[in-house]
């Protein structure tokens, strides 16, 4: 007989993405599986919109299948994945503004909340930490999500971001300042 | 020093980042620095609530969709692409088919010529061993992968014979992976002209309980334009139990067949 294939949960992101590349279209589920409730929360918290973050997850999977040939199988597949993530945010982004004065958006990210934060069935706590977030400039919200609510490494986003290690640090952490003041006004309104 | 380089200092040290000598300044400056101890409370707080921030499930239509699409994309490859062509043992198991049809041929000849009918029997048992091979692949529950690999090849078969049917079959209805049934189906689907692989289709789609497969299950259906499956596409419509996008399906089969 010859040797067993290389499991499939042995292989890595990168070496599935390969083969999805290559024609194996089927390996795109075992992604997926992998990825899909990171990008989804970390879309959560950009748009601060369940039913959004819902749409914009699959439009992110549906550009993995459909850009699989602009995949470098020297990146990350997770620097590319969360790439496309940033960027389906971006256009969301883009099309609210288009629809509605740019004050508007952040009222409409603030209305929405309740809903999210009931349907998430979140504790007094987490809907306030939600509401702060979303008074964050994007670029802090983006960073504070990304290293503190999806753990990823300084490194990992100085490498997608573009951005040097130490820079991220310094962002980071005035993005949590920011945050714990946005946090305890709120809990004295 | 400016607050926001305390804030910077007191993350640190609540991340556990700070030095020895680091901790004990704001060690000492916590005691006697009221502002200070105001934020570093208040950072501690926030630090926490985030660390224990709820991970948000997505709704299962987020998969279902998913499937469906990457179902799409596959519909619009070649038949080519289908094959698992990275893969060394499907290489081996594919190209061990391929060479043993073609000892077949040479065996008939060599048995009508009445010449080395050893090597006949011998091309035979090959063949058997070979086909027992891609059954057992189909059958290894401890890996969706090789079961992938086995169906992949029945995929590629001119026609298979009952026995290979009725895995695949077995396997279209049971197996505990999506992307193994939906495997299963497409080579189902390539046979459909046969009356009773087309029964059997007709049948999985009564029993049949994954989503994913639900709405592949009906496209091929349609497709093969059946209308016996009509009363059950009535059902998933007023199925309560049934996702929405398995009765929109039903719903456009229902159309496409009426």
Known sequence: ???????????????????????????????????????????????????????????????????????????????????MARNAFADHYQKQKQLKPANMEVEKLND??????????????????????????????????LTRFQHLKYEEVAGFLNMTVANVKVKVHRAISQLRENYFELENA | MDKQKWESRLIDYIDGKATEEERAAIEQELLRNEGVRTRYNQLTELLEVIKKTKVSEPSISLKVNFEKALQEELATQTKPTKTIRFSP?????????????AGLAIGYKINQSKIESDKLVQLQKEVEENRRMMLAMMDNQLSASQRMVGVSVAYEMERP?????SVLVKTLNEDVNTNVRLAAL???????????IRNELINSLKTQKDPVVQIALIQLLVEMKEKSILIQLEKFTRDTGILKAVKDEAHAGILKLS
């Not at chain 1, 390969?18 to 089927?26: A, I, P, R």
């Not at chain 1, 959004?52 to 470098?72: C, G, I, K």
């Not at chain 1, 349907?119 to 964050?136: G, H, P, S, V």
């Not at chain 2, 043992?89 to 049809?101: I, K, P």
């Open chain 1, 1 to 83: 007989m010859p040797k067993p294939a290389k499991s499939i949960d042995l292989m890595s992101d990168e070496q599935l993405m390969e083969t999805v590349k290559n024609g194996n279209l089927q390996q795109a589920s075992i992604l997926f599986e992998r990825f899909h409730k990171r990008i989804f929360n970390f879309l959560v918290h950009m748009t601060g919109n369940r039913e959004a973050a819902e749409d914009l997850t699959q439009n992110v999977f549906l550009r993995m299948l459909r850009y699989r040939q602009s995949y470098n199988p020297e990146m990350k597949f997770q620097s590319w994945i969360y790439q």
């Open chain 1, 112 to 145: 929405s909340l309740p809903d999210l934060a009931e349907a998430l069935e979140q504790e007094e706590t987490e809907k306030r930490l939600i509401r702060a977030l979303a008074k964050l400039p994007d670029d802090y919200r983006e960073l504070l999500v």
């Open chain 2, 89 to 101: 043992m499907l290489y081996r198991v594919a190209a061990g088919f391929v060479l043993l049809m």
């Open chain 2, 161 to 165: 014979d009952d026995e290979i049917v």
């Open chain 2, 186 to 196: 497409d080579a189902l689907g390539r046979f459909s002209s046969d009356n009773q």
